[in-house]
């Protein structure tokens, strides 16, 4: 049975940072495509960060050179670092491994608020 399991989530002020973390159990990230998506209330979700098949990643501009997803095949746990965090940040944030199928963890919060 495949399980993704999120956490790292919480309260941070603006311009603060927080690093989420992944873990999967039954499937393993090195080789799949793996990506941090987020939903904000009221609003579609939307994909934050991905590494690719091949190792590629790729971020959308709205957080391009704020977060860093990464990997750590070791443990078979993938990681987001989050810095300069805006109150625009705040969302539940999952995790996504597909590999002839989709998987997704049950998602921590992030809220950024002063």
């Known amino acids: 049975q495949v399980q993704l399991v999120e956490s790292g989530g919480g309260l941070v002020q603006p311009g603060g940072s927080l690093r989420l973390s992944c873990a999967a159990s039954?499937?393993?990230?090195?080789?799949?495509?793996v990506a941090w998506h987020r939903q904000a209330p009221g609003k579609q979700r939307e994909l934050v960060a991905q590494?690719?098949?091949?190792?590629?990643?790729n971020y959308p501009d709205s957080v391009k050179g704020r977060f860093t997803i990464s990997r750590n095949s070791i443990r078979n746990t993938v990681y987001l670092q989050m810095n300069n965090l805006k109150p625009e940040d705040t969302a539940v944030y999952y995790c996504?491994?597909?590999?002839?199928?989709?998987?997704w963890g049950k998602g921590t919060l992030v809220t950024v608020s002063s």
């Open positions: 039954g499937v393993m990230f090195r080789g799949n495509f």
């Open positions: 590494i690719t098949s091949t190792g590629s990643i």
């Open positions: 996504n491994c597909r590999t002839a199928f989709d998987y």
